[in-house]
């Protein structure tokens, strides 16, 4: 058995209490971060005290390298992962969300990942003994530099911090720079030190990572979407008493309610943090420069397509309406 017993051992009902370790790299205050403490406050609640759930936050137990492996082997019960950790799993599929411009807006986005084609990619996770329960949205992301991004050009020949995605090492190629795969916790220093001149995130990364305070240029670009998927080890949660497993269900379908819902807000309030802060130039790319980096990018598609499969790509066309220009 998997499961692990708390340090007071029982619960006041004389039950083993269960013991989850939640794992993620980001800080307490994103919206990953935020979901995280609200599952765990829900799952404590309606299981009434038989699950225990330690949050641990800012990579704080595993790099997010490594965090794939520790639950894999058990070290860490549940994990909320970014989709581009997948890929280098095997699951090349789920490379998919990190095509550029393939979701405009957060409706086309959840036409995927709360329909079948979203539950039909958790279910891959399977055989790599994970249980895949749900997708959290983060958001779109915006080009960071050390200097200004109005157009494709002006990222040519920088070296931009990427996740390790085949995909997104394509997209960074397409613009003319130099992608660089690196630890989501060592990007600061990075760019702080030089070492890499910029980055992709969404706002709220940006912010509560202190990236602002050592990019002096960020252009909302909106060119790709950032979520996570909320996993668990298979064999840990098959092992659960069924209403265990049933109330912590509930407890993902209420966080996930919560995490999409607060995702923009989070981001629209990093904005306004950034702003006030006078550290970074924000800029906003109007349409014939938005045009530019949709004409740049979405060739990627085409040319990842035998990669991620090209009737996965077709069927997320189909879902949501997708449009080149």
């Known amino acids: 058995m998997l499961l692990c ?29 935020k979901a995280a403490e609200y599952f765990k406050w829900r799952a404590e609640t309606l299981t009434r005290g038989r699950v225990r759930v330690d949050v641990y936050p800012n990579s704080q137990l595993y790099k997010d390298k ?53 539950r039909e990619l958790l279910d891959k996770l399977d055989a790599k003994g994970i249980k895949g329960l749900a997708f959290w949205d983060n958001g779109f992301k915006s080009f960071s530099a050390n200097t200004p991004i109005h157009l494709p050009g002006d990222l040519k020949g920088k070296r931009l911090r990427i996740q390790s995605s085949k995909v997104l090492d394509e997209e960074i190629r397409a613009l003319g720079g130099r992608p660089q795969v690196m630890p989501f916790s ?35 670009t909106d060119h790709g979407y950032l979520g996570y998927a909320v996993i668990v080890n298979k064999r840990f949660w098959d092992e659960l008493p069924a209403d265990v497993r049933s109330a912590l269900e509930q407890a993902v379908r209420d966080s996930t309610l919560y995490a999409n819902r607060i995702a923009k807000e989070e981001n629209d309030r990093a904005l306004e943090a950034v702003r006030r802060s006078g550290k970074t130039h924000i800029y906003q790319p109007n349409a014939r420069e938005r045009a530019a980096f949709k004409q740049a990018l979405i060739p990627v598609h085409a040319r990842m397509a035998a990669r991620i499969g090209p009737d996965l790509i077709r069927a997320i066309y189909r879902e949501t309406g997708f449009k080149a220009n």
Do not use: C
């Not at 997948?86 to 990190?98: N, T």
């Not at 070492?195 to 706002?203: K, L």
């Open 186 to 220: 060592e990007v600061y220093p990075a760019l702080k030190a030089g070492v890499i001149d910029g980055t992709e995130n969404p706002v709220s990364n940006f912010y509560t990572q202190k990236m602002y305070l050592v990019q002096p240029y960020l252009s909302l």
């Open 66 to 118: 490594e965090e794939l492996e520790a639950l894999q082997l058990g070290a860490v019960q549940m994990l909320a992962p970014s989709l581009a950790k997948f890929g280098p799993l095997g699951i090349r599929e789920f490379e998919v969300f990190d095509l550029p411009y393939i979701f405009d807006n957060y409706d086309m986005l959840h036409r995927i990942t709360q329909g079948s084609v979203g």
């Open 5 to 33: 017993l708390g340090s007071l051992g029982a619960t006041a009902w004389g039950q083993p209490q269960i013991i989850i370790k939640f794992s993620h790299v980001v800080a307490p205050d994103t919206p990953k971060g």
